[in-house]
């Protein structure tokens, strides 16, 4: 039996573009299934909302989403780790994070001597970004 821990994103309208967006940046296969889809008539929930959306990644990552979350909730100051060794799709993911977003901190060599990087990107979601040195 396998057990899983896995991001579960909550957004205020834009799931649907946010779970576009970060399968643009990290490819991969995105199953989107709205309230609507479930029966909902709205207004609220919207029927064009979503309701869960998942995204399974080449590299094994699995990122969920839905419309309808409280991101001002305590506990939900929660940032996503990318790392590894592969400086290039790094770097790449943090550029691609970055566009529309915000760089809290360079994507640069850093003291303890690997590349890190911070990015809230455009959907108010912090990425933390490890290129093992």
């Not at 576009?20 to 991969?28: A, D, I, K, N, T």
């Not at 990644?57 to 990122?63: A, Q, R, S």
């Not at 060599?109 to 108010?124: A, I, P």
Request: glycine residues 16%; aromatic residues 10%.
């Amino acid at each position: 039996m396998t057990v899983r821990l896995n991001p579960y994103l909550h957004f205020d309208g834009s799931a649907r573009e946010a779970m576009e967006f970060y399968r643009s940046v990290l490819g991969g296969d995105l199953q989107v299934m709205t309230f609507g889809d479930m029966g909902a008539e709205g207004p609220v929930p919207p029927p064009e909302g979503v309701m869960h959306a998942q995204l399974d990644t080449p590299d094994g990552f699995v990122l969920m989403g839905s419309d309808g979350g409280d991101a001002t909730t305590e506990g939900n100051g929660v940032s996503v780790s990318l790392s590894g060794d592969d400086l290039p799709t790094l770097e790449r993911w943090f550029a691609a994070l970055s566009e529309g977003g915000v760089v809290d901190v360079a994507f640069e060599k850093q003291m303890w001597g690997d590349v890190f990087g911070q990015v809230t990107d455009r959907f108010g979601v912090r990425w933390l970004v490890n290129a093992a040195g």
